[in-house]
T-cell receptor
Framework: AQKVTQAQTEISVVEKEDVTLDCVYETRDTTYYLFWYKQPPSGELVFLIRRNSFDEQNEISGRYSWNFQKSTSSFNFTITASQVVDSAVYFCALSAWVFDDKIIFGKGTRLHILP | GAVVSQHPSRVICKSGTSVKIECRSLDFQATTMFWYRQFPKKSLMLMATSNEGSKATYEQGVEKDKFLINHASLTLSTLTVTSAHPEDSSFYIC???????????????FGPGTRLTVT
């Protein structure tokens, strides 16, 4: 069975601090996709990244970076120099590498960036 | 990138009535659309997978007679909540998948969501 665990329910940090959101996944598939989505108060999901299981290279996009470690089944997300606009709920998600497969979401981490 | 729209964005209906939510892929054809439900401060739970021209596949525990899904064209899927009750109040989000049957082309785009309140 597939499962995504985001152990941090809620995090508060002061602006400009770095923050890491943890994500641990379970799957029996050898090939799969991992995702991160941002959901601001408006409710619309914002796609941040998709990573396939073949690619363990870490990725950096501006202030965002992702650390994918297959050995620990983790796909952590770090925001550097956080800003108030980063306040949102962040979801880690997983899908199998097959046609028509669904995305399984973690429970989300609510991030508060305090001014 | 590809755009998915939902209509309406918000709807309030009375208990016992039915409400239809539309999900459209605006600039691409989506052979597969997904419907999710999100309770306040909760995660997204997949309700059903909808393939164009065929019956939707519902997740365990989702009442197919209550949540009617129709995917009549490659750009439109509808979710009808029949005989709505206050416990059906939720945020409903659709997504549409682009690409063919080759999994590495997999891309899924989410709509902005529809907030349903049943009074």
């Amino acid at each position: 069975a597939q499962k995504v665990t985001q152990a941090q329910t809620e995090i508060s940090v002061v602006e400009k601090e770095d923050v890491t959101l943890d994500c641990v996944y379970e799957t029996r598939d050898t090939t799969y996709y991992l995702f991160w989505y941002k959901q601001p108060p408006s409710g619309e999901l914002v796609f941040l990244i998709r990573r396939n299981s073949f690619d363990e290279q870490n990725e950096i996009s501006g202030r965002y970076s992702w650390n994918f470690q297959k050995s620990t089944s983790s796909f952590n997300f770090t925001i550097t120099a956080s800003q108030v606009v980063d306040s949102a709920v962040y979801f880690c998600a997983l899908s199998a590498w097959v046609f028509d497969d669904k995305i399984i979401f973690g429970k989300g981490t609510r991030l508060h960036i305090l001014p | 990138g590809a755009v998915v729209s939902q209509h309406p964005s918000r709807v309030i209906c009375k208990s016992g009535t039915s409400v239809k939510i539309e999900c459209r892929s605006l600039d691409f054809q989506a052979t597969t659309m997904f419907w999710y439900r999100q309770f306040p401060k909760k995660s997204l739970m997949l309700m059903a997978t909808s393939n164009e021209g065929s019956k939707a596949t519902y997740e365990q525990g989702v009442e197919k007679d209550k949540f009617l899904i129709n995917h009549a064209s490659l750009t439109l899927s509808t979710l009808t909540v029949t005989s709505a009750h206050p416990e059906d109040s939720s945020f409903y989000i659709c997504s549409a998948r682009v690409g063919g049957s080759f999994a590495p082309l997999y891309e899924q785009y989410f709509g902005p969501g529809t907030r349903l309140t049943v009074t």
